[in-house]
């Protein structure tokens, strides 16, 4: 099992000690690094400032959001950056919400997440493979574009960059079953943003098509980890981000995160936070989170807890955990244990 850093997206700015957190993870042993994105720092940037200030590490975006560029701009971010840092890019991707999407990206979310996201790989690996010029005639991309609205002048076009690796790794953060399925089929790694080791059976059937693949195949959970005495405290980030995932990112009618607590058992608990939110009540959404939910989809405690926790870890498919973790002490401790 490999161990990567996840540093998400910023808050109100810059976290100085971020690149610091980075470079400890690579002196530590840490296989990859992580940069995300939500409706204010991007993810590409701050990952090409920490490329500039490593050397082996890889990197990746967990998750770049398909409505914030076209999936041709997306694929130059890649391949520039995959230039730039030796091969070590990986580019991860996320079809977000329709609250982000329509509220934030001024685009209407598409009535078939499934066919949008196959189309929008297609396109990138069009780009990367560079075997021709990038062609595509589908229900939300278009290449060249043929709507009414265009000239008609458009014409098919090949990257004038040769990609460095024309199979740079593509990840998805899936939640749904179908969402998953597919991502088993048409990608190289999977993000889950919730995974836990007690419950196999939520995943199980969606991750079936991986028996009939050959090659590597990525399944890289965020972990949320703190080496701690007071485990109810060392959960209550877990809880915070619990609870403005399931509460706040995504409507009552819709919310994919909701939906996923829902699957993992605890359905009347995430409708509960849901409506909290929703009235505004959020440091009780917070604490309706239940500590059972955030105990098992993180590693909080002792060294030994954790020591006996990552067991069950190492029983899953997971290839890799995605540390999120502010604290250089916990990273350490991880790489003990795990490398």
């Known amino acids: 099992m490999r161990l990567g850093l996840a540093l998400g997206y910023w808050g109100r700015g810059p976290d100085p000690d971020r690149l ?56 130059m971010h890649a391949l520039t950056l995959d230039h730039l840092s030796g091969g070590r890019m990986m580019l991860g991707l996320g079809l977000s919400g329709p609250q982000v999407v329509e509220g934030w990206y001024g685009r209407p979310f598409p009535a078939s997440p499934l066919t949008a996201t196959r189309e929008y790989v297609d396109v990138v690996r069009q780009v990367l493979r560079r075997e021709g010029p990038v062609v595509h005639e589908g229900r939300y991309h278009s290449h060249p574009y043929t709507g009414p609205d265009g000239t008609g002048l458009g014409r098919p076009l090949k990257s004038i960059t040769h990609p460095l690796r024309p ?11 179908k969402n998953v399925a597919q991502t088993a089929k048409i990608a190289d790694g999977w993000l889950p943003l919730y995974w836990s080791p007690l419950r196999p059976e939520v995943y199980e059937e969606s991750l079936a098509p991986l028996a009939g693949r050959t090659g590597d195949f990525m399944i890289a959970p965020l972990v949320r980890a703190a080496v701690c005495d007071d485990i109810a405290r060392g959960l209550l980030p877990v809880k915070t981000m619990l609870g403005f995932y399931i509460g706040g990112m995504g409507h009552t009618s819709r919310n994919f995160h909701a939906d996923l607590m829902a699957r993992m058992g605890y359905e009347e608990e995430a409708r509960k936070v849901q409506r909290l939110f929703a009235a505004g009540r959020r440091e009780e959404a917070v604490r309706a989170v239940p500590d059972a939910f955030a105990d098992e ?6 060294r030994a807890r954790i020591a006996e926790r990552l067991e069950l870890w190492r029983t899953t498919p997971a290839t890799d955990l995605l540390v999120t973790s502010p604290d250089p002490a916990t990273l350490r401790v991880l790489a003990e244990l795990v490398l």
């Not at 500039?52 to 967990?62: D, M, V």
């Not at 199979?167 to 079953?177: I, K, N």
């Not at 989809?297 to 002792?302: K, R, Y």
Request: no cysteine.
């Open 20 to 75: 610091g957190l980075a470079r400890e993870a690579e002196r530590l042993g840490y296989d990859s690094v992580w940069t995300s994105e939500a409706w204010g720092s991007d993810a590409f940037t701050p990952l090409t400032w920490i490329a500039a200030h490593t050397s082996r590490i890889r990197l990746g975006t967990a998750v770049a959001q398909m409505a914030a560029r076209t999936p041709t701009a997306t694929a």
């Open 167 to 177: 199979a740079l790794p593509v990840l998805l953060g899936a939640e749904g079953p």
């Open 297 to 302: 989809i993180s590693l909080v405690g002792p």
